[in-house]
């Protein structure tokens, strides 16, 4: 465990870009709006696929509903307009239980299906949820211009955390014969917490970002699963045994995005627990090679504060066909107002 104040100090004395990407810096950031219905999005897949100011499609931890929203609506949008896919029928699952839900972290795009994931952490007090074991797949099908998420098949419910169980880095963070066990649970800097989810750089394979364990040197942790669509046909996952460290200075990830055009892994990183009093966060880049070092994206917090956007936390992100522009979500629950809503930024790279 690490002190929260040893993030902070490491994150002002961060150090020039080494090896990996060329350094990025904002170019634009402007307040995309804010967004009714829920308070805290996680996993989104952007509509029309490769656009970032359309369609977005957002799955969060409060229910098992899948919603669509346009970035242009913002606040013109009611709750009860937001067009809506109630999954628990699908999940065999019923969100009215607070052990129901799944948890929805991670969404990317495969094969022109939309792949969801959940966090397969633990309770905040640190009880096994196997209902957060899924990963599951929808269509997208537009009606009247508006897409939704289609369920197209069972879900898969405890392959991927089997398969963690057998990786060095990470067995000890799930314990999965233990029923209970406060240390490793949600939120907690050493249990086990998947938050990032993209598809990898052949088109056929996976990346999964964990928020939570750190490794003993601070670094983020990313999983190469090299076969998805066997996993969700049912098959045994086979996973890289050897999970990549990423240095993002003792922060975990909380979203991960792959840009074909620009070769590059765009990286939103927050505190691995949830003991932070304000918002701690950056954006990386990273080329995908395990012996390069991610570098970090310049001016982010600046531009989120010139727009307004005060206590922004970021927590979900899509990115656009050139790798150059993103629309990052952020996780509202500390401040969710009476009527639910989350706000957005349309960001721009130079």
């Known amino acids: 465990m690490r002190a929260l104040c040893g993030a902070v100090a490491l994150l002002m004395s961060f150090g020039p870009a080494v090896t990996g990407v060329s350094a ?6 402007k307040n995309a709006g804010t967004f009714v219905g829920i308070c805290e999005p996680s996993g989104v897949v952007a509509y029309p696929p490769g656009t970032v100011d359309q369609f977005f499609i957002v799955g969060n931890d409060e229910d098992n509903i899948l919603r669509t929203y346009r970035v242009s609506d913002g606040l013109n949008a009611s709750p009860d307009s937001v067009p809506k896919t109630d999954m628990n029928e699908f999940l065999e699952l019923n969100a009215k239980d607070e052990d129901d839900k799944v948890d929805i ?37 537009v009606k009247n211009g508006i897409p939704s998420a289609v369920p197209e098949q069972k879900a898969v419910t405890d392959a991927l955390l089997q398969a963690f169980t057998a990786l060095p880095l990470i067995t000890d ?73 990423l240095d993002l200075v003792m922060l975990g990830i909380r979203s991960i995005e792959y840009s074909p055009a620009a070769k590059t ?15 701690i966060f950056e954006l990386y880049t ?33 990115v656009d066909d050139a790798g150059k522009r993103l629309l990052i979500l952020s996780d509202d629950g500390g ?15 130079r």
């Open 24 to 29: 990025a810096e904002i170019a634009d950031l």
């Open 286 to 318: 990273w080329d995908g090679q395990r012996d390069s070092k991610p570098v970090r994206v310049e001016g982010l917090r600046e531009r989120l504060t010139a727009a307004g956007l005060q206590n922004f936390q970021p927590e979900a992100m899509v």
């Open 105 to 141: 972290e991670g969404a990317t795009y495969l094969d022109g299906r939309a792949l969801w994931l959940g966090s397969h952490s633990r309770s905040r007090k640190g009880h096994k949820r196997p209902s957060r074991w899924r990963l599951f797949s929808t269509r997208i099908e």
């Open 173 to 245: 963070s799930i314990s999965i014969k233990t029923k209970t066990a406060p240390k490793l649970a949600a939120k907690q800097q050493g249990g086990f917490n998947i938050e990032g989810l993209t598809i990898g750089d052949d088109g056929s394979s996976i990346w999964i970002g964990l928020r939570s364990p750190l490794t003993d040197k601070g670094e983020a942790i990313v999983v190469h699963v090299r076969n998805p669509n066997r996993v969700l046909a049912g098959g045994k996952a086979d996973l890289d045994p050897s999970p990549v460290p």
């Open 335 to 349: 401040r969710c107002p009476a009527n639910k809503a989350f706000r957005g930024a349309l960001v721009t790279l």
């Open 265 to 279: 892994y765009l990286i939103l990183a927050g505190a691995s627990g949830d003991d932070a009093k304000t918002p």
